[in-house]
């Protein structure tokens, strides 16, 4: 197995451990893996700075993901959606919130 194909493999991983775990105020989920370091990194973007329940559902989705992989490390990186740059490179976008804003007509 190829590093993409590997990579697209530890996505699903990722993303079996999403259900009643995502709040309105997540916007985005991405995944990046570092074969080096043997670590796996889960990138979200929040509307406004998470609350405790968030941080504990993101805690878990972590937490549920690391079970099957034992030879990665997972952590969880927190950011602001007014902080994202449309130029950040990511390996997964594991989850993204619906954003009209992104486009040139009405729903």
Do not use: C, W
Not at 51 to 78: G, H, Q, R
């Amino acid at each position: 197995m190829n590093k993409e194909e590997k990579k697209y493999a530890l996505s699903g991983i990722v993303l079996r451990y999403l259900t009643y775990k995502i709040t309105e105020n997540l916007r985005k989920l991405y995944l990046d893996v570092d074969f080096q370091e043997h670590n796996i990194i889960l990138t979200a973007y929040y509307q406004t700075e998470p609350n405790n329940i968030e941080l504990d559902l993101l805690d878990d989705i972590v937490t549920n993901s690391s079970a099957p992989i034992p030879d990665f490390s997972v952590e969880a990186n927190i950011k602001l959606v007014k902080d994202y740059k449309d130029d950040e490179k990511h390996d997964y976008l594991i989850f993204a919130f619906f954003d009209e804003t992104r486009y040139d007509y009405d729903l």
